[in-house]
């Protein structure tokens, strides 16, 4: 079974900070995506990256890929209340895309 | 543009009661699944469907049963609830395509929260 692990579990930070949310696992994906859900809302999708070492950036968000394709982080630079969220990482295995397999989340407070 | 329609937003059920969660989604989306989201444990895959008529299981179907008739619908039913039912449940879609990538983004319904007694 494919488990995707994510740190930390809870961020709670002062609007300007930096944070980096981590994404790790022991298998290894085709590609990798990053989603925020917001209270009472469906996840929405933020990126995929797909190659090894593939660094994309949104603005002030930076999700990089691991050369193994293992794991990925999502940095985010300056952050502001509106960044507030729950950020969820979502793997496809190398067979197919079918099976998404979600991380636990990382819950984001960012305070004014 | 509705993209995915989920129905009802709430619901309670007593245990021992069946229901089906409805999901309807208007992009012409040959792929569409069902997840369920409990606290500490981000999304967990029930049951997806690549197109019309074609089903399968995905990492937590036991108690669930699903249908796919049109590419609209794909509804989501609980024969017996039970407690353990309860959480909130996501229907997606997208358009199928056996390598992920960029262009296939998974567009979620925005929820049905169960509670069963």
């Known amino acids: 079974t494919q488990l995707l692990e994510q740190s930390p579990q809870f961020l709670s930070i002062q609007e300007g900070e930096n944070l980096t949310v981590y994404c790790n696992s022991s298998?290894?994906?085709?590609?990798l995506q990053w989603y925020r859900q917001e209270p009472g809302e469906g996840p929405v999708l933020l990126v995929t990256?797909?190659?090894?070492?593939e660094v994309k950036k949104l603005k002030r968000l930076t999700f990089q890929f691991g050369d193994a394709r293992k794991d990925s982080s999502l940095h985010i630079t300056a952050a502001q209340p509106g960044d507030t969220g729950l950020y969820l990482c979502?793997?496809?295995?190398?067979?197919?895309?079918?099976?998404?397999?979600f991380g636990s989340g990382t819950r984001l407070l960012v305070r004014p | 543009n509705a993209g995915v329609t989920q129905t009802p937003k709430f619901q309670v059920l007593k245990t021992g009661q069946s229901m089906t969660l409805q999901c309807a989604q208007d992009?012409?989306?040959?792929?569409m699944s069902w997840y369920r989201q409990d606290p500490g444990m981000g999304l967990r895959l029930i049951h997806y469907?690549?197109?019309?008529?074609?089903?399968d299981q995905g990492e937590v179907p036991n108690g669930y049963n699903v249908s796919r008739s049109t590419t609209e619908d794909f509804p989501l039913r609980l024969l017996s609830a039970a407690p353990s039912q309860t959480s909130v449940y996501f229907c997606?879609?997208?358009?199928?395509?056996?390598?992920?990538?960029?262009?296939?983004?998974?567009?979620f319904g925005a929820g049905s929260r169960l509670t069963v007694l």
């Open positions: 992009m012409n989306h040959e792929y």
């Open positions: 997606a879609s997208r358009t199928f395509d056996r390598v992920l990538s960029g262009a296939n983004v998974l567009t």
């Open positions: 298998s290894v994906f085709s590609s």
């Open positions: 979502a793997g496809a295995g190398m067979d197919s895309s079918y099976k998404l397999i």
């Open positions: 469907s690549v197109g019309a008529g074609i089903t």
């Open positions: 990256v797909v190659t090894g070492g």
